[in-house]
């Protein structure tokens, strides 16, 4: 190592550099051996290489890494430098270049000529600088050696920039030949077939050709995708991402958090490509699966909606986690059937990726049975019925014919249900103003009131679910024509009276009748109530229906 000015010239004969060597001046810097930058072979690689790589953008291709006499580490390139940059602290490079802050290269130097007993030398056409530590500490009585540079003009022109670095053992000249990896441009060594880009070119899927794979992000890779051989790339910049890595001054490699908010970018970005990169990266990732990915758990905690069953995971299970004691009781002898049956266990995430579950196998199978019992005891109309559904029809005809119209627009599908469960469940499955209408088959059997309150209320359904802004305002139009119009009600009562006798003379004629035996039902329920029971039961009976019940029963004693 060079000791002094002098040493450093003969240091310049030493690593090739012939001819004449002028001393212009030696410029003692403020950075010392104390510095605090403990930088390993790989991270000094990469900032060495990077300002190779800023200066060459459009040749990177020419930059060579060469090794001469078994310890001698050579990098050249095509783009001259002016070496007195090198002594300067602070950055002037643009938003794509790599480098950011502008001591890169003064870190790099101190932990060569620090750690590793490794003389830097720099030459660009006619100037050269050589590196070295002050025999005499800064600060007397204190570590504090700096770092001098001795500037030189030589004789003979050396084209573009070299940079010559003597005594390198084999981890540094390993980490060396490998310093252009970390940069993402078309000719690195990591990078194979281009799977996917996003039209903008913000992102990017590349196979690797290694074992491992690779993130870059703005140029720079920044994380080791272990055992999975895909390339991911984000060349926009991310407010989240730079906070977290704006005291990363050595741009160190991404951690957990780091990779997570990288993985959750790069899916965002995949847009309508999404199912595309999906599955190529199932095919890609498959012999991580059962340690899991963190890469999928992103692209299932993003993905909108479960896939659909995928063959991939034929031999495979999504575990689920139970939600009560009955759900733990069959995920588990489900998962041991299947265990049995050879398949392999996968974490809960692959079952929105399209692996089955037991949550999702058991929900298929009562799926089935509730569409087996809707399919069981719902029916289309009778032709008695669809008559009261006419007449119905015509009472909301004469009293709003512009409501009607739009009813009649288009056609509405009329489903009857046998019991009220079924009622409530086939109301709970309909679609967003759907024009599939559902009744009970009492409706058919119940008074004018309730049967033209139940047919309004199913109709503006149409409008929107309930409690839907659209869905209330269409019902209350309907109540406020019906209030209106109360009047002219008594006619189309009387017709409702005889569409009820036709539907409970088909019933009976079919012995489907529940009238009789719901009334029985009914008288048995009042037997068991007491006198306080019924004066509480009466209170919320409206008043106006408790005296029509009274005087229907005097006109029945007289």
């Known amino acids: 190592m060079a000791r002094s000015d002098k040493g450093s010239a003969g240091f310049l004969r030493k690593v090739g550099i012939t001819g004449r060597a002028k001393h212009v001046r030696s410029v003692e810097s403020a950075v010392t051996t104390a510095w605090g930058v403990n930088w390993d072979e790989d991270l000094i690689a990469r900032d060495i290489l990077q300002n190779f790589f800023d200066a060459n953008r459009e040749a990177v291709d020419q930059i060579e890494v060469s090794l001469q006499n078994r310890t001698v580490v050579v990098i050249s390139a095509p783009t001259a430098y002016e070496l007195e940059r090198l002594f300067y602290l602070g950055s002037e490079k643009g938003e794509e270049d790599v480098g950011q802050y502008g001591e890169g290269f003064k870190a790099a130097a101190t932990c060569l000529l620090r750690d590793h007993n490794v003389t830097p030398v720099a030459v660009s056409e006619k100037s050269a600088v050589v590196l070295r530590i002050a025999d005499t500490p800064a600060v007397k009585d204190s570590n504090l050696y700096p770092v001098v540079y001795d500037f030189f003009e030589i004789e003979e022109s050396i084209p573009g920039t070299r940079l010559i670095l003597s005594g390198c053992q084999r981890p540094l000249i390993d980490a060396m030949r490998l310093g252009l990896t970390h940069f993402l441009y078309e000719g690195n060594e990591l990078l194979g077939r281009c799977v996917w880009t996003s039209y903008n070119e913000d992102f990017a899927l590349y196979e690797s050709e290694k074992r491992d794979g690779y993130v870059f992000y703005r140029n720079l890779r920044r994380g080791v995708i272990e055992d999975i051989p895909v390339v991911l790339v984000i060349n926009k910049q991310y407010k989240n991402i730079e906070k977290l890595i704006e005291k990363d001054r050595d741009r160190k490699a991404f951690g957990g958090k780091l990779m997570d908010e990288f993985y959750r970018r790069f899916v965002g970005g995949l847009g309508y490509a999404r199912s595309e990169v999906m599955d190529y990266l199932l095919l890609a990732t498959k012999a991580r699966w059962e340690r899991g990915v963190p890469l999928l758990a992103t692209l299932a905690n993003l993905q909108r909606y479960p896939s659909t069953d995928n063959e991939l995971f034929d031999e495979y299970y999504a575990t689920s986690k139970p939600h009560n004691d009955s759900d733990t009781i069959e995920y588990r002898r489900l998962e041991k059937e299947w265990e049995q049956e050879g398949k392999k266990r996968l974490p809960a995430y692959f079952s929105i990726l399209g692996a089955t579950s037991a949550e999702k196998h058991l929900r298929k199978i009562r ?36 409501i009607s119209t739009h009813f009649e627009s288009q056609r509405t599908h009329y489903t009857v249900a046998k019991t009220e469960v079924v009622l409530g469940e086939l109301k709970q499955s309909r679609e967003y103003k759907s024009r599939d209408l559902f009744f009970a088959e009492s409706v058919f059997e119940s008074d004018f009131p309730l049967a033209l309150a139940v047919y309004l209320h ?12 659209r869905f209330t305002d269409a019902l209350t139009e309907l109540i406020e024509v019906v209030v209106r119009n109360r009047k002219s009600l008594d006619v ?42 019924l004066r509480d039961l009466l209170g919320k009976i409206p008043p106006i229906e408790v005296k029509r019940a009274l005087s229907q029963t005097a006109g029945r004693k007289e």
């Open 492 to 533: 189309h009562e009387s017709a409702w009276k005889k569409s009820i006798k036709a539907v409970q003379t088909e019933r009976a004629t079919n012995g489907q009748s529940k009238q009789r035996s719901s009334s029985k039902a009914l008288i048995h329920q009042l037997d068991l109530l007491d006198a306080e029971d």
């Open 458 to 469: 199913e109709h503006a359904h149409i409008f929107g679910y309930d409690g839907d802004r």
């Open 367 to 402: 799926e089935r049975a509730r569409k087996d019992t809707h399919r069981k005891n719902s029916r289309a109309p009778t032709d008695v019925e669809r008559d009261c559904l006419a007449a119905l029809a015509e009472v909301l005809r004469e009293l709003s014919p512009s």
